[in-house]
């Protein structure tokens, strides 16, 4: 007769049981954004959409190592959540970040954002100089 996990956690003396939940706690914290895509029920067909790239653009994200905070704040939402900065000291209180990658419009990449902002400076230090 087979038998169940609820079985088996019941019998299980208490303390091994916490350790048990504490250590899972800990495995659900860390996670990449595909077991986040996946957590989430989504594929990546699904995600492409909110965001508007194809399907593999969802994989290169996944699989980068590195990644742009509007990117990786995109694809947080895209997948239903909001992304949070938290810095941490060992002296304080954890610190959240605020308004990183937040600037950069949706459908711009941050090339076309940087540039936006040089050919701004310029037109201001251009009407200095006419004014």
């Known amino acids: ?4 996990l609820d079985e088996i956690l019941n019998e299980m003396p208490a303390e091994r049981r916490a350790r048990i939940d504490k250590l899972t706690q800990e495995m659900l914290a860390e996670m990449n954004l595909r077991e986040l895509r996946r957590l989430r029920k989504l594929t990546q067909a699904r995600v492409s959409k909110k965001l508007k790239i194809g399907q593999e ?13 509007s990117t990786l ?8 959540g909001k992304l949070s900065l938290v810095v941490e000291f060992p002296d304080r209180a954890p610190v959240i970040l605020a308004g990183l990658g937040e600037n950069i419009e949706r459908n711009e990449t941050p090339k076309r954002a940087k540039k936006k902002v040089r050919t701004a400076a310029k037109s201001k230090l251009n009407s200095r100089r006419a004014a």
């Open 1 to 4: 007769m087979p038998v169940t």
């Open 57 to 69: 653009g969802v994989s290169r994200i996944e699989k980068r190592t590195d990644l742009y905070l």
């Open 73 to 80: 704040r995109s694809y947080v939402e895209g997948v239903g």
